[in-house]
C-alpha cells in the first residue's frame, strides 16, 4: 500500500508540511508514505512542453510518484482564497496524463484563520472534480487520524494485494 503526500506549501516551517509528517505518523506499518518534495521544481505549465518529446524531468518525476501510488493525501494552505498557485500547477500538470483519475485524494488545508482554509480546500475539491480523482470526502483536519484511515480504507479496495 503505498501513500504519496504532497503539501502545498513552499515555506520552510509550513503548517500543512507538518500535517503531512503527522499524516505519516497516522500510518500502519504495511503503508509505503512517501513525500513528494518536487513542487517547486516542476515548470509553468504549458501545453508546449506537455509532449513526449520534451516533457521536462522533473514532470515525469511527479507523474511517476502519482502513478505508483494506491492513494494521495494533498494538504494545502490558503492564498488569496485558493490553493498555491505551484499546488495548481502541479495538478495542471496531470490533467493530460489522468494519474490521479479514480485514485483515492484526501484533501486537507491548514490556516491560521478561523474559517480553517476552507475556501482552499473548496478550490481543491473542484480542481480534483475535473480530474476525476476519488475524493475521500471524510477528510478533515479535526480527525486526522480518521481521514487518513479513510484514504488508506478507499486505497485498499482499489487495490486489494
Ligand atoms: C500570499 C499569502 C496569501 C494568503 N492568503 C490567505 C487567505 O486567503 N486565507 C487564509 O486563511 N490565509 C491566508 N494566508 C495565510 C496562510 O494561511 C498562512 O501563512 C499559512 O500558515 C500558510 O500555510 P503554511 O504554514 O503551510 O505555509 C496567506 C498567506 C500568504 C503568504
Known amino acids: 500500500m503505498r501513500i504519496q503526500a504532497v503539501s502545498g506549501s ?19 506499518a504495511e503503508v509505503d508514505f512517501a513525500v513528494f518534495e518536487g513542487l517547486d521544481t516542476l515548470p509553468h505549465y504549458s501545453p508546449e512542453l506537455d509532449r513526449a518529446d520534451v516533457l521536462p524531468a522533473s514532470v515525469l518525476e511527479w507523474r511517476k510518484q502519482l502513478a505508483s501510488a494506491d492513494g494521495v493525501l494533498i494538504c494545502t494552505p490558503e492564498y488569496a482564497f485558493g490553493m498555491p498557485g505551484s499546488l495548481k500547477n502541479a495538478l495542471d500538470w496531470v490533467v493530460s496524463s489522468g ?17 480553517g482554509g476552507e475556501k482552499a480546500h473548496a478550490a481543491l475539491l473542484l480542481t480534483l472534480t475535473a480530474l476525476e480523482a476519488q475524493t475521500v470526502e471524510e477528510a478533515s483536519l479535526a480527525a486526522l487520524k480518521n481521514s487518513f484511515d479513510a484514504l488508506v480504507s478507499a486505497a485498499r479496495l482499489k487495490n486489494p494485494i
Open 10 to 28: 513552499l515555506r520552510a516551517n509550513s503548517t500543512n508540511s507538518a500535517l503531512v509528517r503527522a499524516a505519516e505518523e497516522c500510518a500502519d
Open 99 to 115: 494519474e490521479l483519475w479514480r485514485k483515492p485524494v484526501a484533501a486537507l488545508s491548514a490556516s491560521p484563520s478561523a474559517l
